[in-house]
């Protein structure tokens, strides 16, 4: 599948940054306290231990997507805490539906695409870095807004919003404009806590329910009408 694997690049990148830094600190220690071996073990084992975690966090795995058309499937792993309607003028151009997905430490953090469609729009917006447990997070964060067309001109719009959190402070976006992707596709990474907008025609049926867990890729979340 397209993108499979930049997930892991990116914990190798970071890894790479750690690992120099325990080098760096290991020797400073032994160099100021020579006799200091046990904090420099200690220093080495952390590290150790950080390593494990990050390659941990960017886990990628595939998702068994939904064949049936019409289908709409989560965006992300999380659960689901927001039901409602709102307003997005961006890509849905007025009142639409919303699913918000928040996204703890612990979940996959590679989002799919909701839909097969075309890429139509990608906007970021730079922001705040306010906890992602707050439901409105996406007015004042630091997001990346994507909208999709499931077809011609005519078809209808899906946005998806992927928003930066307390902890979560940087969104990779995988797309481009004008691009296809598929239902599932791998569409980007944002690196640790953090929440996924998912918006809706008004006329979608819904078929998730508050406090769901859902599967990135995997989870059907709506039907398009």
């Not at 995988?174 to 006329?203: C, H, M, N």
């Amino acid at each position: 599948m397209k993108h499979q694997g930049k997930a892991l690049g990116a914990a190798v990148a970071m890894l790479s940054k750690v690992v120099i830094g325990v080098i760096f600190l290991s020797g400073m220690f032994s160099l100021v306290w020579p006799k200091s071996f046990a904090l420099a073990a200690l220093v080495a084992f952390l590290g150790l231990l950080f390593a494990v975690f990050t390659l941990w966090f960017f886990r990628d795995p595939n998702p068994q997507v939904p064949a049936e058309p019409g289908l709409v499937i989560a965006p992300a792993h999380g659960k689901v805490d927001v039901i409602d309607e709102l307003d997005e003028p961006a890509v849905m151009g007025g009142r639409c539906r919303r699913i918000s997905i928040f996204l703890s430490v612990f979940d996959v953090h590679v989002q799919q695409a909701p839909i097969a469609g075309t890429v139509t729009h990608l906007q970021h917006t730079p922001g705040k870095y306010l906890n992602a447990l707050n439901t409105d997070s996406a007015a004042h964060n630091e997001n990346v807004l994507i909208g999709l067309r499931a077809g011609e001109a005519s078809a209808p719009m899906i946005g998806v919003r992927l928003i930066a959190g307390l902890i979560a402070r940087r969104i990779l976006p995988w797309l481009t404009l004008g691009e296809t992707v598929a239902r599932g596709e791998r569409i980007s990474l944002i690196q640790f806590g953090s929440r996924v907008d998912l918006y809706l025609p008004l006329s979608s049926e819904i078929l998730v329910k508050l406090g769901q867990p859902t599967r990135g890729g995997e989870t059907i979340v709506a039907r398009l009408k």
